[in-house]
C-alpha cells in the first residue's frame, strides 16, 4: 500500500519571517487524518528569513532530528550546546524530560531551508541529550546513507526508537532500493526533484506512507534529494 501525500495538500503558514510547509498536523494546522505515520510525528519544511528564528522554547519526551537543505541554523540549548548546522549535517536532539532551544538563521543575507522532523519516542523520561554529525555529500550520491538509527549504526545520530532515517541524493536514471521487514511502515520525502516509487511520480514536497510492502525501488527523473524513514 502506497499512499500519496502531495506538496499541496499540506498544512501551510506564511509568518513573514518563516515559511512553512507541515506533512502532518501541527501548531494552528489541524488534519485528524493526517497525525503522522507509524512513531513520525512531524516533517516540517521552514524557509527561514536572514537573521530571524524560534527563540527559546522548550521540548519534552521527542526526538527531534534537523536537516538543512540550504543556509545555517545556529543552535543553543539548555543543556549547554551551541553549534551551528549546516547542509548534510544531522542534528538530534531528545527533549526526554524537558529541554529548551532556540534555532536562528546566523547569515544577515540569505534564508535558511530545512526539514525539522519529530520522531516519538519508545520511551519516556530519558536525558535530555544533542548530537551533530556531519555526513559527506559522496556518501549520499547515488545510495542510501543513513543518517540516524536506534543504535547509532555506521555513524548515525542515535534516536530512542526502532527507526532509521535515510537520505540520498540522486542524479537522473540512478535508482535506489530499500527492504522493509514484515510488518514494517515506511514514509518517503522528497525534498527536492523527482523521483517515481512503484509507477508513482512525486517530486518536491510531496511523501508517501508505505506499508505492506517490501522491496522499494526509488528512480530519480531528475535531480532529486530524498529522505526514507524506516519504521515500526
Known sequence: MILLRRAGERGHANHGWLDTWHTFSF???HDPAEMGWSALRVINEDVVAPGMGFGMHGHRDMEIVTWILDGALEHKDSMGNGAVIRPGEAQRMSAGRGVLHSEFNPAPDRPTHLLQIWIEPNM???APSYEQTFFPPEERRGRLRLIASSDGREGSVTIHQDA???TALLAPGETVRHTLAAG???YLHVARGAVTLKSQFLRDGD???IADETDLE???SQDAEILLFDLP
Open 27 to 29: 501548531a494552528g494546522y
Open 124 to 126: 519516556r523520561g530519558v
Open 164 to 166: 532509521a532515517l535515510h
Open 184 to 186: 514494517r511502515h515506511a
Open 207 to 209: 511523501g508517501a506512507k
Open 218 to 220: 526509488i528512480a530519480a
